[in-house]
């Protein structure tokens, strides 16, 4: 079992930040797997915004290359999104996932919300 705890969603204006955390815990939290961030806005379907390995390679969805940048602390079991020049198009639930050995997990997911 893992289990995702995000934090550091909120309400922000048109072209600010947020960094979103997600700390994962659980027998099979320390071994490799690949971490990342997908959203889900109202109406839409849920859609990949970035992965990366526990040895630091990046994937990004299209609409936030450039924008938005994923790192983790392998020793804290942490990965974090860094989100920059935020849309209202942005706007979304934001869910962390883990996959590797011991299977998929998702976190509960963090609001975030930017206004124009």
């Known amino acids: 079992q893992v289990q995702l705890e995000e934090s550091g969603g909120g309400l922000v204006q048109s072209g600010g930040s947020l960094r979103l955390s997600c700390a994962a815990s659980g027998v099979f939290s320390s071994i490799t797997n690949v971490l990342g961030w997908y959203r889900q806005a109202p109406g839409k379907q849920r859609e990949l915004v970035a992965t990366?390995?526990?040895?630091?390679?990046?994937n990004y969805g299209g609409s936030v290359k450039g924008r938005f940048s994923i790192s983790r602390d392998n020793d804290k079991n942490t990965v974090y999104l860094q989100m920059n020049s935020l849309k209202p198009e942005d706007t979304a639930v934001y869910y962390c996932?883990?996959?590797?050995?011991?299977?998929?997990?998702w976190g509960q997911g963090t609001q975030v919300t930017v206004s124009s």
């Open positions: 996932n883990r996959q590797g050995f011991g299977g998929e997990y």
């Open positions: 990366i390995t526990r040895g630091g390679l990046t």
